[in-house]
């Protein structure tokens, strides 16, 4: 199943989720919740008339799920999707290329606080599901846009920030579900992050779409 936040960052071929940390985590926890409940209905074998009866009333909450009547998904065992791949923009802390597409296991939540010793955490606040890789992206419900702190997460091996993917692969973890984020670079954060980010969106989300299409995902 992909997703995405949503909003100026939407694919006709993916669920949007919300924007930032709050909004995708608790949105994607709704639609899972839900697709939990209809395999549990499923295994119990409800009838197909009642659990259909059952899924109509959710797609008024829940519109995604109409997805899951298509015909090439309804022949799926199961309703809860077998992979998550969240995909999206990113800002690049130092290295890489403008409309460099990568793809990331690692997510963690670092806030800028953090770099100076204002503020501490005391819960785990990183998902790394490739211990292969030392890099990993970043999530926070601000952008970057100060070089010298971007150079900062850069060296804690953060390669790019996106506001939601942390959220996503924090929710995938407790649900037992496998998941990744496919990115292109917009921007750099420096003081010129927005303004970059707002002038290669579209032609990026289009790259995204074609890189995709080529890896056969799409």
Known sequence: MFVCAGESESFDFAVPVGIGLVDSSARLSEILAQLTLFD???????????????????????????????????????FLPNEIIFIGSAGLYKNGELFEIFESQNAANI??????????VP???????????????????????????????????????NMEFYSIMAVAKKFNIPAKG?????????????KDFMHNHSLAKDMLCEYLEHKGLI
């Not at 295994?43 to 899924?55: A, F, T």
């Not at 806030?111 to 501490?120: A, F, G, N, Q, V």
Request: net charge negative.
């Open 40 to 78: 549990e209905l499923k295994s119990l074998k409800v009838s197909d008339e009642i659990l259909h009866d059952l899924l109509a009333v959710e797609y008024s909450k829940c519109e995604i799920l109409a997805k899951f009547l298509e015909p090439n998904v309804k022949k799926q065992k199961n």
């Open 182 to 194: 496919i990115f292109i670079a917009t921007n750099f954060c420096n003081a010129n992050a927005h």
């Open 111 to 120: 806030e800028i606080s953090l770099l100076d010793d204002k503020s501490y």
């Open 123 to 161: 819960v785990p606040q990183e998902v790394f599901n490739d211990v292969s890789r030392e890099t990993f992206i970043n999530s926070s419900n601000f952008i970057t846009k100060d070089t010298l702190s971007a150079k900062k997460l850069f060296k804690l091996g953060a390669y790019a920030e």
